[in-house]
């Protein structure tokens, strides 16, 4: 049976396989934990990328405080692993998810999840009285700073608070306000702009619901494209970065390349196709995610990636003939770094060149 090892050197792989740079992720966390640990928030960094308990821990043990996952399912699986401190970043809504959310609680106390509104609040109160567990859950308001996907818009934040101050089993500990919509802003000093301006609202609305009695010890946001700015905004206190672990083409297009591409995907030329300026490798839609553009083939200026169907996409060129004869080994830089790692099931870590670690991406498919 085909069964890679530690130790076994990247040719002798199978492909499409996920591949990461051992050399090139350690300097991304470094590098991150250099630009903000100095600031005053502690990081918990998104859990939605890496889909991969080992690598939280990685995480954790070079200074993150905890960390976020989107779904509740994706907390199950991590909170199972050890790691206790999890904020929940999407809404629990519905009877089946509520009741999940209260098993996990019941055995992991230390997990904290958002609400937006009066129904999902009020839902998960009633809950957890039935459930007799005594200790309220920690919460925090979702606020919609912009982005529009999910959050109480800001003038209602107050009536929210209220509202959850009525509810015995909640306990309000603080404010998420994610911009999800500036991550990719170009141009630094326009980036840098339009975060100031949400974070202003995020701010404000902590400010206010202070001013009402209300304890907001948490104020919690930033991605990969902002983290940078709303860590140097007084009154953020946390940061949820994600993608700046592995990166991908549609971020470096954004932000630079102060953080490196570490994860590619090895791909191999398996025709030559019917052209003198193509070949065709072994990676299409379900090898890469094609919602950000199309991947790009890594240290090939001159060669285009456009995919030929779920299992096929064509290498091309205008000029400057590559050396890549049928058997090559292509590496693919992703062009939208989550939705493509959700396609693998393993992580294949080198260093140089050998395999060291082999991850399993653990929440793959956890979309509940
Ligand atoms: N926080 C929330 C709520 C998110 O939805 C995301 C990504 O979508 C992040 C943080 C992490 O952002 P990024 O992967 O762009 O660093
Ligand atoms: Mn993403």
């Known amino acids: 049976m085909y069964d890679p090892k530690p130790g076994d050197r990247l040719d002798s792989?199978?492909?499409?396989?996920?591949?990461?740079?051992?050399?090139?992720?350690?300097?991304?966390?470094h590098k991150l934990m250099l630009l903000l640990k100095p600031l005053a928030v502690n990081i918990r960094p998104h859990l939605k990328t890496t889909k991969s308990p080992i690598l939280a821990k990685k995480l954790i043990a070079a200074g993150a405080k905890g960390a976020c996952v989107a779904k509740?399912?994706?907390?199950?699986?991590?909170?199972?692993?050890?790691?206790?401190?999890?904020?929940?970043?999407?809404?629990?809504?519905?009877?089946?998810?509520?009741?999940?959310?209260?098993?996990?609680?019941?055995?992991?106390p230390g997990v904290q999840i958002v609400v937006d509104s009066d129904i999902?609040?009020?839902?998960?109160?009633?809950?957890?009285?039935?459930?007799?567990?005594?200790?309220?859950?920690?919460?925090?308001?979702?606020?919609?700073?912009?982005?529009?996907?999910?959050?109480?818009?800001?003038?209602?934040?107050?009536?929210?608070a209220q509202h959850i101050s009525t509810l015995g089993h909640l306990k309000l500990r603080g404010?998420?306000?994610?911009?999800?919509?500036?991550?990719?802003?170009?141009?630094?000093?326009?980036?840098?702009?339009?975060?100031?301006?949400?974070m202003a609202i995020?701010?404000?609305?902590?400010?206010l619901l202070r001013e009402k009695g209300f304890n907001i010890q948490v104020v919690t946001t930033g991605g990969t494209g902002t983290a940078e700015f709303c860590a140097t905004t007084p009154g953020v206190t946390e940061v949820q970065p994600g993608s700046f672990i592995f990166m991908d083409s549609d971020y470096r297009n954004a932000v630079g390349s102060y953080f490196s591409h570490s994860l590619t995907i090895l791909s191999t030329v398996?025709?030559?196709?019917?052209?003198?300026?193509r070949v065709t490798i072994d990676a299409g839609l379900k090898t890469l995610s094609t919602d950000s553009g199309f991947a790009e083939p890594k240290d090939m200026p001159d060669v285009t990636y456009t995919p030929m169907g779920d299992e096929h996409g064509w290498l091309e060129w205008k000029e400057n003939k590559p050396d890549i004869p049928i058997g090559a080994r292509v590496e693919m830089i992703p062009s939208h770094i989550?939705?493509?790692?959700?396609?693998?099931?393993?992580?294949?870590?080198?260093?140089?060149?050998?395999?060291?670690?082999?991850?399993?991406?653990?929440?793959?498919?956890?979309?509940q």
Not at 124 to 136: F, H, R, V
Request: charged residues 25%; glycine residues 8%; hydrophobic residues 40%.
């Open 72 to 108: 509740l399912s994706e907390a199950e699986v991590m909170a199972a692993e050890g790691i206790e401190d999890l904020l929940i970043t999407c809404e629990i809504i519905g009877p089946a998810k509520v009741a999940r959310l209260i098993e996990l609680f019941r055995k992991h």
């Open 202 to 207: 995020l701010t404000g609305t902590a400010t």
């Open 120 to 160: 999902g609040a009020t839902a998960i109160d009633t809950a957890l009285g039935e459930s007799g567990i005594q200790e309220p859950i920690q919460v925090l308001i979702d606020l919609d700073v912009g982005l529009h996907r999910t959050g109480v818009a800001p003038g209602l934040a107050l009536a929210l």
């Open 175 to 198: 404010i998420q306000g994610y911009e999800g919509h500036l991550q990719h802003v170009h141009g630094r000093e326009e980036r840098e702009k339009e975060c100031r301006a949400a």
């Open 270 to 277: 398996i025709s030559k196709s019917t052209s003198e300026r």
């Open 13 to 29: 792989l199978d492909t499409p396989s996920m591949i990461v740079d051992l050399d090139i992720m350690e300097e991304n966390i």
């Open 338 to 367: 989550d939705p493509t790692v959700n396609l693998h099931d393993f992580y294949y870590a080198h260093r140089k060149g050998v395999i060291e670690e082999i991850w399993p991406v653990a929440t793959r498919g956890r979309v």
